[in-house]
């Protein structure tokens, strides 16, 4: 794979108008490159579709249904994940902030709103028609600014954005087995989808590289966790909330509630540890770590989404043994620390004892399902030793120096 990309755009360059400008790529060096506040109201409208997919988790393991949310729950998070990928690396390389830039940017976030209303009806149902439509605006849009891209480069680059087009369009059609096909074909259909639209990328720049910029891609999927782990906050609040205004069980919600809040607080705490942007130096290593993404924001949404199956536990809303009800917060707890490790943290661990850390507390926090109606508080007193540990490793063997 080549890594060489387009050349950076100099001061004053070829931009014909606040209205239109030439889409040309972005440097690589390119100084002061931060997230715009339209990349965050994306992000914002994003959020929306995450916690109505947490909601429809909630409901389906509170009855008891685990498979059946747990499935619906990772096919309809991807949709989610992929649709915010595919934009936020583009933004990435091409981002003119001219007027036309904006709307076709605004026109993804109405596909998105459209594809949270069909979240419902396609995890409960299995009916995706309303999440293709949605996926069917966002992609029109996504072609459009590929094609926009194709057209104002030459070459490698155009040859690149043409690619790129090509595949999104493609896989936009395959995606129509998921409303054509037998129910029980559906997953299936997905799941060789989704595999052919991670391959997509890597295909169209097997000969060029897009030039997306390592400290911006970072801040971006920064800003994104703090938003999902935001929305995990706001779930569980909600939950409490709710719990106590129907029941008296003060002393099984408060200890549930503070050990939820350390569980989060751990989380923010253990994803901004290291600088990721100077491990972010080709595709090779930023695809792997961008697509391993998938299971960080999965699981940090799924939190919050555990702790309200275990607050209507607690009350007695949730048909689930304490057990069951305490895994929908320690399996995505342990899931966030292991994959965090795995594809984020560990580049920048010295020695075993840093390394064995997060793995080490994945298990702990795994262990802590048994533990009863205090499994939520014993979980969030291990993550908050976790972050103890971590800190306490890192100032006798401190990881490499900002370059």
């Not at 026109?107 to 709103?113: D, K, S």
């Not at 690149?160 to 595949?167: D, F, I, N, Q, S």
Request: charge should be negative; charged fraction near 15%.
């Amino acid at each position: 794979m080549s890594e060489d990309a387009p050349a950076p755009r100099e001061p004053g360059g070829p931009q014909a108008s606040p209205v239109l400008r030439r889409m040309a790529g972005r440097g690589r060096e390119e100084a002061h490159r931060t997230a715009t506040p339209l990349e965050l109201f994306f992000d914002l409208c994003f959020v929306v579709a995450v916690a109505v997919a947490g909601r429809e988790l909630v409901h389906a393991l509170a009855e008891g249904h685990a498979a059946h949310g747990v499935i619906g729950y990772l096919m309809m998070f991807f949709t989610i994940w992929w649709a915010w990928m595919n934009f936020t690396w583009f933004a990435s390389a091409y981002d003119t902030d001219d007027v036309l830039y904006r709307v076709v940017t605004l026109v993804q976030i109405a596909g998105v709103l459209i594809l949270s209303a069909g979240i419902p009806r396609a995890f409960d149902d299995g009916d995706f028609s309303v999440v293709w439509f949605g996926y069917l605006v966002m992609r029109l849009a996504l072609v459009s600014q590929w094609l926009r891209a194709g057209f104002s480069a030459v070459g490698p680059e155009r040859r690149t954005a043409l690619k790129y087009a090509a595949g999104v369009s493609a896989c936009q059609v395959g995606w129509l087995g998921v409303l054509f096909l037998p129910d029980r074909a559906k997953p299936w259909v997905f799941l060789v989808m989704a595999l052919l639209e991670m391959a997509v990328p890597a295909l169209a720049e097997m000969t060029r590289q897009t030039a997306w910029h390592p400290h911006h891609i970072a801040e971006r999927y920064g800003l994104f966790t703090i938003i999902v782990l935001g929305e995990t906050v706001s779930a569980a609040t909600v939950a409490v909330q709710s719990a106590l205004e129907e029941s008296e069980a003060l002393d099984e919600l408060l200890p549930m509630a503070a050990g939820g809040l350390l569980l989060i607080f751990a989380a923010f705490w253990i994803y901004f540890a290291v600088p990721i942007h100077l491990h972010l130096a080709s595709n090779r290593q930023a695809f792997l770590w961008g697509y391993g993404h998938y299971l960080v924001f999965g699981s940090a949404a799924a939190i919050g989404a555990g702790i309200e199956v275990a607050v209507e536990q607690a009350v007695g809303k949730a048909h689930v043994s304490t057990a069951a009800a305490s895994s929908a917060v320690t399996v995505p707890g342990a899931l966030f620390m292991f994959s965090v490790w795995l594809i984020h943290s560990r580049h920048y661990k010295r020695g075993l004892a840093q390394q064995l850390v997060l793995p080490v507390s994945a298990l702990a926090v795994l262990a802590c399902t048994f533990a009863g109606d205090r499994a939520v508080l014993l979980a969030g007193l291990v993550a908050t030793v976790t972050v103890g540990a971590g800190v306490w490793l890192s100032t006798t063997n401190p990881p490499p120096a900002e370059a």
